[in-house]
């Protein structure tokens, strides 16, 4: 049976990549998208892709097992404005990576510690844990509307 997951997984991925691909990006990539360190199920977050594309909002995905220090350099690199964390089981949701996002030179504005393996009860402060993928959307979308706004004089 596991390659029968393994199928529609992959069937499911390439219809989220292609809605991702088609969605245009309203300016330059401010949400960047990982896995945490170990974990291996990004379904998730290719599910979140989609939905940021088809709202316009830019996005950098870095996918399944991002260990720590990549994940770091990444967003020294690239500047995010929030960074989604996914982990799907409490294996590989490990805070430390959360409050290395947090305490990081480059900090984004946003840490969402998503999926079920988050125990919201361990979280960092300053770290968000959407409750679906509705809200991750809804808050992902906020930041970056905030950011294309003009300042006011």
Do not use: F, N
């Not at 360190?37 to 399944?64: I, T």
């Amino acid at each position: 049976m596991i390659e029968v997951e393994h199928l529609v997984s992959r069937c499911v991925s390439a219809a989220l990549g292609a809605v991702a691909s088609a969605g245009p990006a309203s300016g330059p990539p401010r949400v960047l998208l990982a896995c945490a360190d170990e974990e291996q199920h990004s379904l998730a977050l290719e599910a979140l892709a989609a939905a940021l594309a088809e709202a316009g909002v830019g996005y950098r995905m870095l996918g399944a097992r991002v260990p720590v220090t990549a994940l770091l350099a990444a967003v020294d690199r690239t500047g995010p404005a929030a960074v989604v964390l996914w982990s799907q089981t409490r294996a590989t949701a490990d805070p430390a990576q959360l409050t290395a996002l947090l305490t990081a030179p480059s900090r984004p504005l946003l840490v969402l510690a998503s999926g079920p393996g988050w125990p919201a009860r361990s979280l960092p402060a300053g770290v968000v844990r959407p409750s679906d993928l509705t809200e991750a959307v809804a808050l992902t979308v906020a930041v970056h509307d905030s950011l294309d706004r003009p300042a006011a004089s």
